[in-house]
């Protein structure tokens, strides 16, 4: 019997609760064939020879699940293996690596109430800290970083899908985002725009427990003077852009409207500049980061003009 090599490798990679799990299962559902945490020994015995990738019984794209946990985990001779992989056989072995960040990483350990593996007797902190270290060749090396830092699973699998469905497509995935300023800007956001000049919602005792997808605050905040023109050119600038990017290559766009808080102006520029985008053609996925937040007079400092 012959047998042909995968069309595709992914080494997918990363911090331990970054999503990892949740990445290969998706992949899996996807068609690929996906072996997670294979031990290092057979990991490498694959990656340093073709007799065992001639082995494999189909094309299917193949996905390999490592990270810190392996035994005897060491990223510089990983990547040796993929560089001899390609410079003496011409295959090319691609790497994802899924990231987050120190603090949020915290908070999962904490929720699921789990040990770093890398710290079962100390703080989780540590653990993170000496992963990160460990971890950080591969992440210089890999072509695909994901932060799933404000990810939730369901958005991170609508990535994964989109990267690697294997659907030839140039269109390009679009997230339009809001958030509150006083939560932190985006880490994944590639276009900023600040509502913070809009008439704020928050100040108005009857608007202030309704959100954005309220249609009072919509009419309060398109009373302002400057919104119409304002929106106007957004969307504008917009159109011009996205086409660009689209042309360029550019397979992910993430656009962040962000406000103060991230419960009223920026939620509802964000719904009303999608379903604009909607109109010319794109299909972006709309998410609020901070609409479930406490409304707090504290947070949002001192009534503006107009407010």
Not at 67 to 89: N, P, V, Y
Not at 132 to 143: I, Q, S, T, Y
Not at 265 to 276: P, T
Request: net charge neutral; with cysteine; hydrophobic share 35%.
């Amino acid at each position: 019997m012959s047998h042909t090599r995968p069309k595709r490798i992914l080494l997918v990679t990363g911090m331990a609760g970054a999503g990892k799990s949740v990445t290969m299962n998706c992949l899996e559902d996807l068609g690929w064939e996906a072996v997670e945490n294979l031990p290092l020994g057979l990991l490498e015995r694959l990656l340093a020879t073709t007799q065992a990738l001639d082995a494999v019984e189909d094309d299917r794209p193949l996905a390999l699940g490592i990270d810190s946990r392996t035994r005897g985990f060491d990223a510089e001779r990983i990547i040796h293996r993929i560089k001899q992989l390609r410079d003496q056989h011409g295959l090319v072995v691609e790497t994802l690596f899924l990231d987050c960040s120190g603090s949020e990483l915290q908070r999962r350990f904490s929720e699921t109430r789990r040990r770093h593996p890398l710290a079962q007797d100390r703080p989780v902190g540590d653990g993170i800290a000496r992963e990160r270290e460990l971890m950080e060749p591969l992440r210089h090396w890999a072509e695909y970083v994901i932060d799933t830092s404000e990810t939730s699973s369901n958005e991170l699998q609508q990535r994964i899908r989109a990267r690697f469905s294997g659907a030839a497509s140039d269109e390009l995935t679009l997230t339009v985002m809001s958030f509150g300023f006083a939560r932190g800007v985006p880490r994944s956001a590639d276009l900023v725009l600040d509502m913070r000049f809009l008439r704020n919602p928050h100040w108005d005792n009857d608007l202030r427990p309704m959100s954005g997808l309220d249609a009072p605050v919509g009419t309060y905040i398109a009373e302002d003077e400057t919104y119409a023109t304002a929106m106007e050119q957004i969307e504008s600038l917009l159109k011009l852009l996205l086409p660009r990017y689209r042309h360029e290559g550019k397979s992910y766009l993430t656009i962040a409207f962000g406000c103060t808080g991230g419960r009223h102006r920026s939620v509802h520029v964000a719904e009303r500049v999608a379903q604009r985008l909607r109109s010319e053609g794109f299909s972006p996925t709309v998410t609020h980061r901070d609409l479930r937040s406490t409304p707090s007079d504290a947070v949002e400092g001192k009534p503006g003009r107009g407010s």
